[in-house]
C-alpha cells in the first residue's frame, strides 16, 4: 500500500483518537491539579490536628497535676482530721 493509501484509511480514526485521547490528557490533568490543592487542604487541616492535640495533651497533664493534688491535700486533711478528733 502506499501512504497515500495508508492516510486515507486511517487518517480520520487516527486524528478523532488523537483529539480524544488530548481530551482526555486535559480533563486529568485538571482533575490532578485539583487533587493537589485538596491535599494541600488535608495538610494544614492534620496541622491543626496535630497542634490541637499537642494542646490537649498538656491540658490533661494539668489536669492531672491539680487532682493528684487535690488529693494528696484531703487526704492529708482526713489525716489529720482522723488524728486530733478520731475515736
Known sequence: ME???I???FGKDINSKVAVQAN???HLHA???EMKKDIEEI?????????MLSEAKG???TLMWAAGAGGAVAAFAL???QFFWGK
Open 3 to 5: 501512504r497515500e493509501d
Open 7 to 9: 492516510q486515507r484509511i
Open 24 to 26: 482526555e490528557i486535559k
Open 31 to 33: 482533575d490532578v491539579e
Open 43 to 51: 495538610k494544614k487541616s492534620l496541622a491543626n490536628i496535630d497542634k
Open 59 to 61: 491540658g490533661w497533664r
Open 79 to 81: 489525716t489529720l482530721q
